[in-house]
C-alpha cells in the first residue's frame, strides 16, 4: 500500500517530532535548573513541588526570606500550561498566592525581577 518513499517520510516525520519535543523538554530542564540555580543564589529554595492526588500542581515552589513565596509552572519555550494547570494556578492566585508561569529565558528575568523587587 505505501511504498519505500512513504516509509522514509514517516519515519523522518517522527524522528523530526521526536526531535522537537527532545529540544523541548532540554530547553524546560535547562530554564528549571536555571531557576533553581538563581532562587540559591539568592538565598532562597526553588522546591520540585509534587502533590500526589493533585494533578496539574505547578512544577515548583519557590520560597524567599521574609516568608515570601511562589508557585512556579515551567513549560517548554512556546508552549502553555494545560488547561488542568491554568485552573490550578488560578486557583492558587484566588486564594492570594503568588503563581506565575516560566516558559523562556526573558520570562525567568522577569520572574527574577519579581523576585528581587519585592527584596527591597
Not at 56 to 76: C, H, I, K, N, S
Request: net charge neutral.
Amino acid at each position: 500500500m505505501y511504498g519505500k518513499e512513504d516509509e522514509n517520510l514517516r519515519s523522518s516525520d517522527t524522528t523530526d517530532t521526536r526531535r522537537v519535543w527532545e529540544v523541548r523538554l532540554m530547553s524546560e530542564a535547562r530554564l528549571e535548573r536555571k531557576l533553581t540555580q538563581e532562587i540559591e543564589h539568592r538565598g532562597g529554595l526553588a522546591l520540585k513541588f509534587i502533590s500526589p492526588g493533585w494533578r496539574g500542581a505547578p512544577d515548583r515552589l519557590v520560597l524567599m526570606p521574609q516568608g515570601r513565596v511562589w508557585f512556579v509552572e515551567m513549560t517548554a519555550p512556546g508552549r502553555k500550561p494545560r488547561p488542568l494547570q491554568e485552573y490550578r494556578l488560578r486557583s492558587l492566585r484566588e486564594m492570594g498566592f503568588q503563581a506565575r508561569v516560566v516558559s523562556t529565558e526573558d520570562e525567568l528575568q522577569q520572574f527574577l525581577a519579581e523576585v528581587d523587587k519585592c527584596d527591597l
